[in-house]
Every structure is written in structure tokens, then in C-alpha cells.
């Protein structure tokens, strides 16, 4: 008996096999796709929520920021004493018309020869900006 005669009796049982297997594969596989659609949902779920928690505590620190720091030194670093009078004693200085060049020059001289007494209001305003801003 030749081959062919039996491959032919047996051709269609092997075709219902292999569509019920292709059947069985392409479920399994939606049911994959669907897993991974039902995991990037849940993922985005968790997102959005761990975002919304964030932009809430972020508005409740800067709403205690903002109450604690009402009336102090904005500047990340306070200034110092010498600042303090450069500050007030460059103002008289750009109305004689002066260079910057000049300015820093003559205040730096002024703040070396000034004596203790001189600078201690300077001083006192520059401990209280200190600590207003180590309170923060």
C-alpha cells in the first residue's frame, strides 16, 4: 500500500487538530493581550493616584512654608553687617555719581576704618536676619 493513500484518509484529522490548536493558541493569546491592557490600566490607576498624592502634600508644605516664613529674609543666605552698610552707604555713593569700581572701594575702606560702636547697628540688624532665616 502506498503512503500517499493513507496520508490522504488521515489529511483531514490532521487539519481539525491543527485548527483546534491554532483556536486554543489564539485565545490563550487574547486572554494575554487583555492581562496586559487590564496591568497597564491598573499601572496608570496607581500613577494618577501616587501623583495626586504628591501635588497634595506639595500644597500643604508650601502652605506651612509660606506661614512660616511670613516677615523673614526671602534670600537664600542672609547679609552680612558689612552688606548691610555697603547697601545703605551705596546709595548715597551712586548719587555723587561714582563708578561701582569706585563705590566698593570707598565703602570697603569706610567699613575697615568705622569703629566697633559704628558697626554694632549694623551688626544687631544682621543677628536679627540670621535668625529669622535659621528659623526656616
Not at 493581550?33 to 500613577?47: C, D, F, G, R, Y
Request: glycine share 4%; hydrophobic share 35%; proline share 3%.
Amino acid at each position: 500500500m502506498p503512503l500517499s493513500g493513507l496520508d490522504g484518509r488521515w489529511w483531514p484529522w490532521r487539519q481539525k487538530k491543527k485548527e483546534a490548536y491554532q483556536e486554543v493558541v489564539k485565545q490563550e493569546n487574547r486572554e494575554k493581550e487583555a492581562m496586559k491592557l487590564l496591568e497597564k490600566e491598573h499601572l496608570q490607576k496607581t500613577a494618577m493616584e501616587l501623583l495626586e498624592q504628591y501635588l497634595q502634600f506639595q500644597q500643604e508644605v508650601e502652605k506651612e512654608g509660606k506661614k512660616e516664613r511670613e516677615g523673614c529674609f526671602e534670600a537664600k543666605h542672609p547679609m552680612s553687617a558689612f552688606f548691610l552698610f555697603s547697601k545703605e552707604r551705596r546709595e548715597a555713593l551712586l548719587q555723587e555719581k561714582k563708578t561701582i569700581l569706585e563705590i566698593s572701594k570707598i565703602a570697603g575702606e569706610e567699613w575697615k576704618n568705622m569703629a566697633e560702636e559704628q558697626k554694632a547697628p549694623y551688626e544687631e540688624e544682621q543677628n536679627g536676619i540670621f535668625s529669622c532665616a535659621s528659623s526656616i
